[in-house]
Structure formats: C-alpha cells, structure tokens
C-alpha cells in the first residue's frame, strides 16, 4: 500500500493547527537559545526498527486474540513495516527472529525491502524453543547446556543466523538466552556461565570484523530460579570476555521494579559497552506494552542519560541499535507500534532540550534542587509539534495514527488477508 498522496492530503488538512503548535514550541525554544533544527534533524535521524515478530498479535499463554489482517509471511510483513515508515519516516528497518522468518530468497528479499525504502536490522537467533524438525531439546538449555552437542546445534544455529544475515546485508546479530533454572541445585552457575562464554566465541568467531553481537540479559522468565545472563553486569562479563564486538543490549522490560534503568545506560555508554535497545513498555517485568505507556517520567530519565552520553565527545560508544521489542494482546499491532514510535521520539527530543551546562553546573554546585526541575521543566515541555514537523519535512504523516485510522488501513488488510491470517512469532 503506497499512501504518499494520502499523506499530502492529510497534511494539508491539518496545516493550520501544526503551524499554531509548532509556532508556539519553536518561540518557547528561541527564547532559551535552543537551535530547533539541529534538533529537528536529530529526531529524523532516529531510526527504530521493528521486529518482524511485533506485527502480529501476540498472545500470552492463555490465549491468543488475533485482530484480523496478520501478515503471512516475511513479505507481508515488510509491507507493513513499509507503511508504518510511510506514515512516521522513522521505522527504515526490520529486525528478524529465524527461524520465525526465514528468508529463502535473499535476492528477491533485498529488492522487496528497497521498494519499501527499507533494510534489515538485526538477525535474531532463538533457542528458546525447539523446532519441529530439531535433534536434540533445549529443554535443559543451549548455549548453556551440559550436553556438548546441544550445544553445538545451539552454535551451529546462531552461524546460520549470521549466514542469513550476511545474505540480506545485515552487520548484527542479537543473542537472548532462556537458559537458565527453576529449582536450587538444579545447575552449577560458574559452570554455566563458563559453557556459555566458550559457546558464545566459537559464535563470535565466526562473525565478519565489521559485526556486532548483541547479548540481552533478562531477570526471570521463562526460568523463573535463575537465568544464565539476568543482569547487565553477566552481558557485560560476556562481552569483556569476548572483545571488542560484543555489546549489552538493553530491554527496558528485563528488569525487575524499580531497577533504575537510566543509570545501567549511564554506566554501560561509560565502559563503550551499550550496543543495542529493546523499546517497550513494562509495569511488572516482560510485559511488552508500548513503549512510554507506564512510566514516562523513568522513559525521558532513560533518554536524558543517553542523550548526555551521546552528545558527549569524551564517550566512546559505538552507535546503537534501535529496535521495538514488543507484542500486543489487545491493540492493533500496526497502531501500536506507530504509537510506541511516537513516544519514543517525543521523549528523544525532550532529551535533546536539556540544558547539559546547566545541568552540569547543578549538579557541580549540589543544588539537588535546581538539577531536578531542570528535567522537570524539560519534561513538562509539549514538544509533539517538533516531532510532528520533523515528520512533515521527511515526507510523513503529521498524525500517523490519525492517517491510519482515517485511511481504514486495518479493515483494508483484513480485506485482502483475511480475519484469521496469524502472523508467526510468540
Ligand atoms: C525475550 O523476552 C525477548 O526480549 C528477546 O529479545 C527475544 O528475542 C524476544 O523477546 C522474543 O519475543
Ligand atoms: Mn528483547
């Protein structure tokens, strides 16, 4: 579905009201001496990608809702990421959980992805379920396993994953560990962790210079006793042991309440060890709701610490990946998604606004005070118009979701899939 004379009719439409908006939060900048468009271009170079995986309904364990218009296939779900990218300009790749998604004809692929003005982001492997043509289970584990040869099916997996990814030109692969335990005594933990890190070079060996590993680590679930890596500081122990092209991922869902996210960012950009980003939303732990959805004060205190680093020419960081790690029970995926982008720039560009020297000088001076209504007032800032006009200027939607809904784009795919298409994933 190309939709770009929609959008221009739909920008058209809605002129008026961006330009008051827009007016009133470009003077409100001027008069702080704030260069709104560096930070408009900021906001168009924030690029998100989307897992193949968010774009269908996702389900817990019990049940499963489809809302009708699933994609089918990889092709189907490149389109949709297509039309999300149309609508906000900031979706330009598309992440890929093999063997959810294999994709059997490279060449063709690439040529679909280009008509959509798309490329591939991560390749994602998974061993947290077995397969049904699979020879040994990873009931007990993968990469972690006590069995030698389950652990290499678990190796031989993650070096198709980068084969794959090599065919389609991506430069990322993305490792998540279920193993782990549910009882005391079950596993030896330095043992554990030791199989994981000689399992994870032979992995790392294998991938091409110029590629990164990216090791997420999750507290609990689907073990709920231990896991192998449940905290940054075992993926960056891995990372350390493994060189210079392993970096932590970061799922804002892995951690447990309260876990001061903002400060795991700091320290990581600090070490150079922040590879990667899983956007979502979480109340109690995994829960996958939009991104922004629950605690959006915590959301931009995450931001402003990535911001400060990323502005900051004493860090050595590499750039980060972007994704949205998500899965939705009771929105439209489509919708959500466009929504989770939203929030994720506004929060970005309020980032963006912090007044570093000042901040710094706060905090130099210990006016606890003064340091915390700098964020506040930053945060209480509406800056939906910057995003909005950062959208016009890159060809999207002023109102992404608004279009969507206004163009009837869910009744349309439901139309040409059907109602009961499913999407594969979890
Ligand atoms: C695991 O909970 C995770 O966050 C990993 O990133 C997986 O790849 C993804 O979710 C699967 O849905
Ligand atoms: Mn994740």
Known sequence: MFISDKIQEHNEKNTATHVFHFQHISALLAQKGIDIQDVIKKIQNFQIAIPSWALGTGGTRF???????????????????????????????????????????????????????????????????????????????????????????????????????????????????????????????????????????????????????????????????????????????????????????????????????????????????????????????????????????QFFLIFNELADAMSDPAVNNPPLAWMIDASHNSKDPLEDLLQSVQNILTTYSKALLVDRALLAEAQHNNDVLGAEELLRDIFATDTRALVAEATRRAGGALDPIGLYRSLKIREKLIEQRGKKSTATGL
């Open 63 to 297: 049940g499963r809702f489809p809302g009708g218009g699933e994609p089918r296939n990889l092709e189907e779900k490149i389109a949709d990421v297509g039309l999300l990218h149309q609508l906000n300009r900031s979706s330009n790749s598309i992440s890929l959980h093999i063997p959810w998604d294999i994709p059997k004809d490279p060449a063709a692929l690439k040529s679909h992805l280009r008509e959509h003005g798309l490329t591939i982001d991560s390749v994602n492997s998974n061993t947290f379920q077995d397969q049904p043509d699979q020879l040994l289970s990873y009931k007990f584990g993968s990469l972690s396993h006590t069995d030698a040869a389950t652990r290499r099916q678990a190796i031989e997996h993650n070096i198709a994953c980068i084969e794959h990814g090599k065919a389609l030109d991506s430069r990322v692969l993305t490792v998540w560990l279920a193993d782990g335990s549910n009882f005391p005594g079950q596993q030896h933990f330095r043992r554990a962790w030791q199989r994981t890190a000689d399992s994870l070079a032979e992995i790392y060996r294998a991938m091409p210079d110029d590629w990164t590993m990216l090791i997420e680590y999750k507290p609990y679930e689907p073990n709920f006793y231990s896991m192998v890596i449940p905290d940054w500081g075992t993926s960056y122990s891995l990372c350390q042991f493994l060189g210079k092209n392993a970096q932590v991922l970061v799922d804002l869902g892995h951690h447990l309440p309260n876990t001061n996210i903002e400060q795991i960012v700091a320290r990581l950009m600090h070490f150079g060890r922040l590879g990667g980003f899983h956007f979502n939303g979480s109340m109690y732990g995994d829960d996958d709701l939009t991104t922004g959805s629950i605690k959006p004060y």
